[in-house]
Each structure stands twice: as structure tokens, then as C-alpha cells.
């Protein structure tokens, strides 16, 4: 596996330079960029020390992967902020146990950071070409509790369904229904929630038929596409 890594700084690096310290770069993301900002579940903190974001983005941006931003990943999408992918995985409330469902795998990261905090992960992906692409680093990470689905992702996963907790990354006009269904009782959804250019971060729980919400946090993420998102560009 890391011969692995070793091969890919090569070629992002080229000109026989030494390779970037990145697990010095992702220790001072951590402290920097999350701890410093407020993040303290020290599970989460662990998670994103742990996941090397580098292997996530395109090459030619391995030298950005630790920076306080989100990254280009191909297809319109992007691998979120590290910071935002604390906050959202700390709203989650993960002890360990948990069956979590993802919507929108994008490069994997967030599934990747998911595998080492709950027992499952089921990550939907809607462009086919990014979730194979995703599959492929899982599979070189050795990440074997992460199962990855192409398809809508507003529909959810109903043959995997309950899950205990269930993470949007895309930004949706309003909370897929069948996501609610799909949560246990006193499960957490977490979902950014806006129009296509500004969003709230939702904290959901189920309680029978009735939901509580709370705002965790302000953000901007590309639109969630589906039945129950928005719909591709061109076909409004």
C-alpha cells in the first residue's frame, strides 16, 4: 500500500524533489483548520488525521489536499473543505456501531473518513464515472466496509435501509422524504438545505412522524441532482 502512495507523490512531484511531508501537512490541518475552529470529538479528529485527503484529489492538486479550501474533482464536483467535512461528520454523533449512508461519494473521502468511525458506510454516487474512480482508492486503501452504489441518491438505499445515520454532501431545495424514511428513530440526518448558491447545514432527527431541526452551520456546496434535487443543468 504505500508503494502505492510513493508512486503517485512521484508522478504529481516530477522533477525528482522530495515527496511533501503530508502527514505533517495533515496534522497542522487538523490543528489549525478544525481544532481551532471548534471541532472536538476527538473520533473525528483522529478520522481526519488518519485519511490521507492527498489521495483524493486530482493529481496535479495533491499540493493543495491540506489547504482550508474545497477541490476540483472532476464532473463539476468537489471534495468539500476539511473543515466542513469535520462539522458535518461530527453532527453525525458516531460512537461506532452505526449503519451510515452518504449521499454524493464524489473522490470518497468523506466515505473514507466515515469507514474508520461507524461499522458500515453506504455511499450513493449518481456520476458513474466518480464513484468508480472512488472505488478504486477504497479498494487501494483497503477499506472493506464501504459499499458503494451508482444511482439517484435522493431515493436513498432501501435495501440496505435503516440507517442509523445518513449524510447529504450536496445542497438540497428541501429533505429528501425517502431519507427520512430510511432513518431509524432518533436517527441524524445531516443535509445542507438553500437555494442552489447558499445553504443552512441541518442537524434532523426522527421522532416518529415528527422531525426536530437545528442549524449547525452556513455553507455553499454544489446541487444535489435527482428526484428529489435539482435538476440537471439544462433540463429546468
Not at 464536483?77 to 454523533?93: D, F, G, K, N, R
Not at 432501501?158 to 429533505?175: L, M
Amino acid at each position: 500500500m504505500m508503494a502505492w502512495f510513493r508512486n503517485r507523490r512521484s508522478k504529481a512531484n516530477g522533477s525528482g524533489e522530495p515527496a511533501p511531508d503530508y502527514a505533517a501537512l495533515r496534522e497542522a490541518m487538523v490543528e489549525e483548520q478544525l481544532v481551532a475552529r471548534g471541532i472536538s470529538d476527538a473520533r473525528v479528529l483522529e478520522a481526519m488525521r488518519a485519511v490521507p485527503r492527498h489521495v483524493f484529489v486530482p493529481d496535479e492538486l495533491m499540493p493543495l489536499a491540506y489547504t482550508d479550501q474545497p477541490l476540483p474533482v472532476g464532473e463539476g464536483q468537489t471534495i468539500s473543505q476539511p473543515y466542513m467535512v469535520a462539522v458535518m461528520t461530527e453532527a453525525l454523533e458516531l460512537a461506532g456501531d452505526e449503519r451510515v449512508l452518504e449521499v454524493g461519494t464524489g473522490s470518497g473521502y468523506q466515505a473514507a473518513v466515515l469507514a474508520r468511525l461507524a461499522r458500515e458506510v453506504f455511499t450513493i454516487e449518481h456520476r458513474e464515472a466518480l464513484a468508480r474512480a472512488a472505488i478504486e482508492r477504497l479498494v487501494r486503501l483497503g477499506i472493506s466496509n464501504v459499499h458503494v452504489r451508482i444511482g439517484d441518491g435522493t431515493l436513498g438505499w432501501p435495501e440496505q435501509a435503516p440507517f442509523d445515520a445518513i449524510v447529504v454532501t450536496a445542497a438540497a431545495p428541501r429533505i429528501p422524504p425517502p431519507l427520512l424514511e430510511q432513518l431509524v428513530e432518533g436517527g441524524r440526518l445531516v443535509i445542507p438545505v438553500g437555494d442552489e448558491h447558499q445553504q443552512e447545514l441541518w442537524q434532523v432527527r426522527k421522532h416518529g412522524a415528527q422531525i426536530s431541526t437545528r442549524v449547525v452551520n452556513y455553507c455553499r456546496f454544489v446541487p444535489l441532482r435527482g428526484q428529489y434535487g435539482w435538476p440537471e443543468a439544462g433540463n429546468q
